[in-house]
């Protein structure tokens, strides 16, 4: 669905979107975005500014109360069950919560993104053992995830999203348990990802992770979009909230 | 396909591998249950052969006033065919009963010595069909044939038929009753086995539709293990009841009543067909509860 979608649109279309939690805590307020197909863009705002929402509701993990949000042309909405797995499986997400399986090995926390492709096991085998090096993990492979550090918790969440190389990776927060170096090794593994063609949505208030780089910013602030910067042969839409360039 | 099939068993596999107290308490349970019908049903099923054997050798005697003569048997006949078909009529004579008296006693025939061949009333013997078993029909038969010319009354060992009809009757029930038992102790043990596998392996199944696993995916491991609890406990249930026949034929055998018996075990389709019901009924079990308990 995302990989044939043409380049030339946005992969991810936000149109007016409004969150509130109940009773009346209003997480996303009237906000439009678009993010086009390989595009790296970094969400940033402080803590509960509305990021890690927007993401949820880009994976469809929530839903919005008003507002369409639309990937590869689809409106989410209306998706139906199985469209809704098929879209989840060609996105990667690595939550800030990690969701990780405790009881289960490092490979497997990985694997489990792969396995519901059904990819053969030569396959999972050689890209986890990849993932692992990149994020020096080899020695952890057969431990239970449980057993990790924060830290490596964090590089087994953003192992698994990277698993499948999926068209859309989300990624919450990726850097927030990680020292500058990791930190860096795992901006390099997103900016493979993305000249690979994937699109890539970082929400983010790790200044060093977006700071002096060439990617667009959209910054958070209390769910609405305070600042935009542009981004080159593409336009944000005209009617989204607060949008301003810098 | 192939890659399908090898994940939902791999899969299955862990499931087994992560919950195998409730998956063992399972089998044993449902092997039980499946070993109790299982054992009625074949005591059930060799009563009632045990029943047809003894069937064909149900007759009914027409004790008579006067013996027969040749020229009145063929109308005798038609008139006993004419109310019901039957195997064999056979006309016994005094003398002939005498005989066969005398016979049965063997050495202690000299008793009848001072008797003479004429105590003994004559008598027609009415084999009936086969089909006639039903204890009601029979009763309506053995009626009829008291209304015979000279018929003084009829025989036909009653006592032991309604002994042997209520005691099939009570094995029906038994049958019916650990069937039901069989049926509800599945359902409720599948249904609690994969209960427990949900609420177990909720952080997977959450990270499971987090990263996108089909219905299917999730699901058909849950009826794989439903499929495997059935052949299983089927299994080790006919296997018990086989080790329990096989034993009762080497050390209960030789003469005596289960002898008389000459008790066999399940024809091959019947095994089949218990092994069938039983994987059907775990698989549905496990379906049903997939329904209510997994929410993908």
Redesign the interface.
């Known amino acids: 669905m995302l990989e044939t979608y043409p380049a030339d649109r946005p992969l991810v279309e936000i149109v007016k979107v409004t969150k509130v939690y109940s009773p009346d805590i209003v997480a996303l307020q009237n906000i439009s975005l678009s993010v086009a197909k390989g595009e790296l863009l970094f969400l940033t705002g402080r803590s509960g500014a509305g990021k890690t929402t927007l993401l949820k509701l880009i994976?469809c993990?929530e839903k919005p109360n008003k507002g369409v949000i639309e990937i590869a042309g689809k409106d989410l909405n209306k998706l139906s069950?199985?469209n809704?797995?098929?879209?989840?499986?060609?996105?990667g997400?690595a939550?800030q919560d990690f969701?990780?399986?405790?009881r289960?090995t490092v490979y497997r926390n990985i694997a489990?993104?792969m396995?519901?492709n059904?990819?053969?096991?030569k396959v999972i085998k050689k890209r986890i053992d990849e993932l692992l090096d990149v994020l020096k993990l080899t020695h952890k492979r057969n431990i239970p995830a449980g057993k990790l550090s924060r830290g490596e918790q964090q590089r087994v969440a953003i192992a698994?999203a990277a698993a499948t190389k999926p068209p859309l990776i989300l990624a919450d927060e990726p850097t927030g348990n990680l020292d500058p170096a990791m930190s860096l090794q795992v901006m390099g593994l997103f900016e493979k990802l993305n000249e690979g063609g994937s699109t890539i949505i970082i929400a983010t208030h790790d200044e060093t992770l977006y700071k002096n780089n060439r990617y667009r910013k959209v910054d958070l602030h209390y769910g609405q979009f305070a600042t935009q910067s542009t981004l080159p042969g593409f336009l944000p839409p005209a009617n989204g909230n607060q949008q301003k360039l810098i | 396909m192939g890659?399908?099939t090898?994940?939902y068993f791999?899969q299955t596999g862990r499931n087994l591998q992560q919950s195998w107290g409730t998956q063992l308490m399972t089998l044993f349970t449902v092997s039980m249950s499946i070993l109790i019908f299982t054992f009625f049903f074949l005591v059930y099923t060799n009563i009632i052969k045990a029943g047809d054997r003894f069937g064909d050798e149900l007759r009914l005697i027409v004790y008579l006033d006067d013996e027969v003569v040749p020229e009145m048997r063929p109308q005798i006949k038609k008139k006993i065919t004419d109310y019901s078909p039957v195997e064999k009529i056979v006309f016994v004579s005094r003398d002939e009963a005498f005989h066969r008296l005398n016979v049965q006693l063997g050495q202690e025939g000299d008793v009848l010595n001072d008797l003479g061949a004429g105590f003994l009333p004559p008598s027609i013997e009415v084999f009936p069909k086969k089909d006639l078993k039903n204890l009601t029909l029979i009763k309506q038969f053995s009626d009829y044939l008291t209304t015979l010319p000279g018929a003084q009354k009829v025989q036909f060992g009653q006592g032991w038929v309604e002994r042997f009809g209520y005691f099939t009757e009570l094995l029906r029930v038994i049958v019916f009753l650990s069937g039901g038992l069989l049926v509800m102790a599945t359902a409720f043990m599948v249904s609690y086995s994969i209960r427990l596998t949900v609420i177990e392996k909720e952080?997977?199944l959450?990270?499971?539709?987090?990263?996108?696993?089909?219905?299917s995916?999730i699901q058909t491991p849950l009826l794989i293990e439903g499929f495997l609890q059935g052949l299983l406990s089927s299994g080790i249930g006919l296997g018990m009841l086989y080790l329990i026949f096989l034993w009762t034929k080497t050390h209960l055998s030789g003469p005596g009543f289960l002898h008389l018996l000459d008790i066999t075990f399940f024809p091959p389709v019947t095994t089949g067909i218990i092994m069938g019901m039983s994987i059907l009924l775990c698989t549905g079990g496990s379906l049903v509860s997939i329904r209510k308990y997994l929410r993908?």
């Open positions: 994976c993990v069950s199985p809704i797995q098929a879209l989840r499986r060609e996105t997400v939550y969701k990780i399986l405790p289960q489990i993104a396995e519901v059904y990819t053969a096991a698994r | 890659h399908e090898y994940f791999k952080a997977e959450e990270v499971l539709r987090l990263v996108g696993a089909r219905s995916y993908i």
